[in-house]
């Protein structure tokens, strides 16, 4: 990696209705905060993906942006595959992340092709999936409990190949248990929030990958208080769902 890290917020302008935008800031602020130069450099619809950056991230968007945002990304594969096998990592929210997978079913019925960088693919579920998220990641990744917001109507099915990014405790994710993708370099999630607004240890955790370095903690007493604040309303709004299911099957 160059003295520079490089944040690629790619196409904000169709991807990043749930100020997923957010994310870059707060790589940004994270690595200055260690002492790292950091430099966000937008990449909107009509430009191409360059190949040069360390993080690249996508946020979310409705289906029609999520059409517009494929073909650029599709054309983009092989400079984000080196990209990739060069040591920068992806960090994808919710239409982003499901355009990695190799197809994507609108609500209308059409189908798009993703980029098959992730064995999965996106189904229209027959409801909206919509509110607050907690995900346990697995205890290899070291990653605390995971916070946000999620708002879609995919289900996603990954491959026998890939590992989620955590099981589902609050919310539904990729609708069958867990959320998300987490391989190296590769994170899938249908967390908004902005994700690593809510979750510094996800950006911690990214910075860390491209920088191969140990991070100095940083004091996050604020982002902390929110942290349980959210935590708690998603557990509370759980346990109410569990008992009002529970009297639903005994009525
Ligand atoms: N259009 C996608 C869906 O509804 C993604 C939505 C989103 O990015 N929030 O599943």
Do not use: W
């Amino acid at each position: 990696m160059e003295s520079t890290l490089r944040i690629a917020l790619i196409y904000p302008d169709l991807l990043g209705t749930y100020g997923d935008r957010g994310n870059a800031l707060v790589l940004a602020h994270r690595a200055r905060a260690r002492g790292i130069t950091a430099e966000v450099v937008e990449v909107d619809a009509r430009s191409s993906i360059p190949e040069s950056c360390d993080i690249y991230l996508l946020g979310g968007g409705e289906d029609a942006a999520q059409v517009a945002a494929a073909e650029g990304l599709r054309l983009a594969k092989s400079s984000i595959e080196r990209s990739l096998t060069a040591g920068s990592a992806i960090f994808a929210v919710c239409a982003g992340f499901q355009l990695l997978g190799n197809s994507y079913a609108a609500a209308d019925g059409s189908e798009l092709q993703g980029i098959s960088l992730v064995d999965m693919v996106t189904t229209a579920g027959s409801d909206r999936i919509i509110g607050e998220v907690v995900i346990e990641p697995s205890q290899a990744s070291g990653l605390p409990l995971l916070t946000g917001f999620e708002n879609h109507g995919g289900r996603t099915l990954l491959g026998p190949g890939e590992a989620p990014l955590g099981r589902v405790i609050a919310g539904r994710g990729n609708g069958n248990g867990v959320d998300g993708v987490l391989r190296d370099g590769v994170i899938g999630t249908y967390l908004h929030g902005p994700a690593l607004a809510r979750n510094p240890a996800l950006a911690d955790y990214l910075i860390a990958y491209v920088t191969k370095s140990v991070l100095e903690p940083l004091a996050d007493t604020l982002v902390d208080q929110y942290r349980k604040e959210r935590l708690a309303f998603a557990s509370l709004r759980g346990a109410k769902l569990k008992r009002a299911t529970r009297n639903l099957h005994r009525g």
